[in-house]
């Protein structure tokens, strides 16, 4: 996400599984940078959960993240 961040990636996405505690830091700084970062079904992140997971994640600028989400959603 930090790649994101600083313009070396167009974006990210990881399909499986997240523990918070490894993509906190990263989503923050990527949302700072102007990215948008969410789970992989389009939902925001949220941290200090009960279960401290998140269903994949996806970040990007707004217009790939879109594209990107769109080809992951069933139509």
Same mark, same amino acid.
């Given at each position: 996400?930090? =790649? ?5 990636? !167009? /974006?990210? #996405?990881? #399909? ?11 989503? #923050? ?15 925001? #992140? ?9 269903? /994949?994640? =996806?970040a990007a600028t707004?217009? =790939?993240?879109? !594209? ?8």
């Amino acid at each position: 996400m930090c =790649l994101v961040a600083d313009g070396s990636f !167009d /974006g990210m #996405l990881s #399909l499986r599984q997240a523990w918070e505690w490894d993509i906190a830091a990263g989503a #923050l700084i990527a949302e700072r940078a102007g990215a948008v970062v969410t789970n992989r079904l389009g939902h925001p #992140l949220h941290f200090n959960a009960e279960l401290p997971r998140s269903n /994949g994640v =996806l970040a990007a600028t707004p217009g =790939l993240h879109r !594209d990107l989400l769109s080809r992951l959603k069933p139509q």
